[in-house]
């Protein structure tokens, strides 16, 4: 439950190369596979760093609310249903009302009313950009050691699962850390 005069910050995770390993390139039949995302090995320091944001939920000093957004391909039709078991067995405390899946067809910015206290934590470029074009704060994860080169130079803010977990959400969270000291510092 929301508490009055909060200012909330709300954070959406991707799962797919996020929470969980996803690799690039892997053939569109293998996603069809029964069991291919239940079965999706964890990144372990994401998922401690979600466990850390939701152990802050609605604190009093940097109130937030945590989402899941996913993507899925339209034809697979267990998708969502192992998306959600993914879940349950790894980040429980997401309740169901707080999990956002949508096929590929659609765009994330379409789901959710995006402003500078929305932030997106995803590792595909082009989710992100849309999502800062409609005034979104984002994260860039990074995949590997060449998209971290490349990409620290493109996005403002970058995790990536070798970073120690506190770190991740230090990172994740840098904008409405400083945005709630700045304004406790003007009163």
Same mark, same amino acid.
Request: aromatic share 12%; hydrophobic share 35%; proline share 5%.
């Given at each position: 439950?929301?508490?009055?005069?909060?200012? =909330?910050?709300?954070?959406?995770?991707?799962?797919?190369?996020?929470?969980?390993?996803?690799?690039? *390139?892997?053939?569109?039949?293998?996603?069809?596979?029964?069991?291919?995302?239940?079965?999706?090995?964890?990144?372990?320091?994401?998922?401690?760093?979600?466990?850390?944001?939701?152990?802050?939920?609605?604190?009093?000093?940097?109130?937030?609310?945590?989402?899941?957004?996913?993507?899925?391909?339209?034809?697979?039709?267990?998708?969502? %249903?192992?998306?959600?078991?993914?879940?349950?067995?790894?980040?429980?405390?997401? %309740?169901?009302?707080?999990?956002?899946?949508?096929?590929?067809?659609?765009?994330? =910015?379409?789901?959710?009313?995006?402003?500078?206290?929305?932030?997106?934590?995803?590792?595909?470029?082009?989710?992100?950009?849309?999502?800062?074009?409609? *005034?979104?704060?984002?994260?860039? =994860?990074?995949?590997? %050691?060449?998209?971290?080169?490349?990409?620290?130079?493109?996005?403002?803010?970058?995790?990536?699962?070798?970073?120690?977990?506190?770190?991740? =959400?230090?990172?994740?969270? %840098?904008?409405?850390?400083?945005?709630?000291?700045?304004?406790?510092?003007?009163?």
């Amino acid at each position: 439950m929301d508490k009055p005069n909060l200012i =909330v910050y709300d954070y959406y995770f991707d799962m797919d190369g996020v929470l969980n390993t996803f690799e690039f *390139g892997t053939p569109e039949e293998s996603l069809y596979i029964p069991g291919y995302f239940r079965n999706r090995p964890a990144q372990q320091h994401f998922i401690d760093a979600v466990n850390i944001m939701l152990d802050m939920e609605l604190g009093d000093d940097f109130p937030l609310r945590l989402h899941i957004m996913s993507m899925y391909l339209r034809k697979n039709k267990t998708a969502v %249903a192992e998306k959600n078991e993914w879940l349950d067995y790894y980040l429980p405390r997401i %309740a169901s009302d707080r999990r956002i899946f949508l096929s590929t067809e659609e765009s994330k =910015v379409d789901y959710i009313k995006v402003s500078p206290r929305s932030v997106l934590i995803d590792d595909y470029g082009e989710n992100l950009k849309q999502f800062k074009r409609m *005034g979104g704060r984002i994260v860039k =994860v990074s995949t590997d %050691a060449a998209d971290r080169r490349k990409e620290s130079k493109e996005w403002p803010a970058c995790v990536s699962p070798e970073q120690d977990p506190r770190q991740i =959400v230090d990172n994740i969270m %840098a904008f409405q850390r400083y945005e709630m000291l700045y304004k406790k510092q003007l009163v």
